[in-house]
């Protein structure tokens, strides 16, 4: 097994801290609304794992993926995320029929969140670095193209 990637380590880092911050406010949610119980805590916390460990799975198979050729390559990410997604699907059905045991909608929530923490951060850097040819993000360029 190879040595993680320092760059890996980190974005699992900000991650996992993304997929617990929404657990936690997943259970804020729930007890506030009288629907806390044991299963939507096992629920957040299979969910979160699973999210967690998919975005790791995921690194380490871009991690080895850029050490292949094109053909290998191709074939690396393909069989990767059938088989996430997969674990994924296996993880909510295993939700859906224990329901005495895991809250679906608590164990499905915490699976999104790690896009939503890409997709904040991508959005954030492009407000901070614009490329050279467009504007940051919020910029108002409509004055230049008037001149």
Known sequence: ??????????????????V??????I???CLVAGWWSLPVLLGALLG???AV????????????????TEKQAKNTVQLSQ???????GLVLVLAAVLPQTFNIWTTAIPLLIPRIA???????????NPAPDRPAIGWDDEEDEDD
Not at 1 to 18: F, I, Q, R, S
Not at 20 to 25: I, Q, V
């Open 1 to 18: 097994m190879a040595k993680l990637d320092p760059v890996v380590k980190k974005e699992t880092a900000y991650v996992a801290a993304w």
């Open 20 to 25: 617990l911050a929404g657990c936690m406010l």
């Open 53 to 68: 460990g998919n975005f790791l799975l995921m690194c380490r198979m871009v991690q080895k993926a850029v050490t292949q």
């Open 82 to 88: 059938g088989l996430r997604l997969m674990m994924q």
């Open 118 to 128: 890409i997709t904040v951060r991508e959005w954030l850097g492009a407000k901070r």
């Open 48 to 50: 979160g794992v699973t």
């Open 27 to 29: 259970q804020g949610v």
